[in-house]
C-alpha cells in the first residue's frame, strides 16, 4: 500500500518552457503533499507543502511565482515550473502523506532545461 | 536548530554481511522516526518506522534500534545483497508529517 506516481519521470526542454509534473496517490487519500528538490549527492530540500484545496506554503526562498502547485483532488497534486532556466534544471521530487500515512515518496522527475 | 544527523557518509560491505547504519537526532521530544532508502534515479522509499515508546522494531532483514537516552538510532541490515546498495535517509517525522532528514549513508555491497 501507499503508493505514490509520479509523471513524467524525465522531461528535457528548452529555456522558457513551463513544465508540469504530476504527483498521484494511487490507495490512499493525501491530505498533505510536499514537493522537494534534490541536487546531487545531497539530501532532499523542502520547497513546498499543499493541503488539499489550501494554497500552498512555500519554503523560504522557493518563488511561488515560479513554482507553481496545485493540490485541487486527495489525490493529486501538481507542481509547474514557469519559463523553466537551466538553473532549474535538478532532480524534483513530490511525497503524499494522511493523517494515517507518513509520506512516501514518488519515483521523482529529472529536470533538464537546454 | 534540532536536526537529524548520521555519523558516516558511506558504509562499504561484503554481500552476505550485515550492515549497520546509524543516525544521531537532537530533539528530545521527537516520537516517530522513518527510514528510507533512495536508490540512483528514484524517490525515497519507505523501509521501516519506529515510535518512540518502542525501543526495537523488525521488519523483513532489517531492524530498527531507538535509543532515546543518547538519541540514537540505527538501522540493521541482514545478510546484505547486492540491491541493498542505495543511499539511506533517517527522518524525523513532525507535526503534520513534515519530515527532518539526516544527511544520508550510502551503502555499498561488494560481490
Known amino acids: 500500500g501507499a503508493v505514490v506516481s509520479q509523471h513524467p519521470s524525465w522531461v528535457i526542454c528548452k529555456s522558457g518552457t513551463s513544465v508540469k509534473i504530476e504527483c498521484r496517490s494511487l490507495?490512499?487519500?493525501?491530505?498533505?503533499m510536499f514537493w522537494y528538490r534534490q541536487f546531487p549527492k545531497q539530501s532532499l530540500m523542502l520547497m513546498a507543502t499543499?493541503?488539499?484545496?489550501?494554497?500552498?506554503?512555500?519554503e523560504q526562498g522557493v518563488e511561488k511565482d515560479k513554482f507553481l502547485i496545485n493540490h485541487a483532488s486527495l489525490t493529486l497534486s501538481t507542481l509547474t515550473v514557469t519559463s523553466a532556466h537551466p538553473e532549474d534544471s535538478s532532480f524534483y521530487i513530490c511525497?503524499?502523506?494522511?493523517?494515517?500515512?507518513?509520506?512516501?515518496f514518488g519515483d521523482g522527475t529529472r529536470l533538464s532545461i537546454l | 536548530g534540532e536536526s537529524v544527523g548520521l555519523h558516516l557518509p558511506t558504509l562499504s560491505v561484503q554481500e552476505g554481511d550485515n550492515s549497520i547504519i546509524n543516525c544521531a537526532y537532537s530533539?528530545?521530544?521527537?516520537?516517530?522516526f522513518i527510514w528510507y532508502k533512495q536508490e540512483s534515479g528514484k524517490g525515497p522509499q519507505f523501509i521501516i518506522d519506529?515510535?518512540?515508546?518502542?525501543d526495537k522494531r523488525q521488519g523483513q532483514r532489517v531492524t530498527v534500534l531507538l535509543n532515546k537516552t543518547v538519541k540514537h538510532l540505527s538501522l540493521q541490515i541482514a545478510a546484505t545483497q547486492p540491491g541493498d546498495s542505495a543511499v539511506y535517509f533517517c527522518?524525523?517525522?513532525?507535526?503534520?508529517?513534515?519530515?527532518?532528514f539526516g544527511g544520508g549513508t550510502r551503502l555499498m555491497v561488494k560481490p
Open positions: 519506529i515510535r518512540s515508546n518502542m
Open positions: 527522518a524525523e517525522n513532525n507535526a503534520g508529517n513534515m519530515l527532518t
Open positions: 490507495d490512499f487519500q493525501a491530505t498533505t
Open positions: 511525497s503524499a502523506s494522511s493523517r494515517w500515512q507518513p509520506q512516501h
Open positions: 530533539n528530545s521530544a521527537s516520537d516517530y
Open positions: 499543499s493541503n488539499e484545496g489550501s494554497k500552498a506554503t512555500y
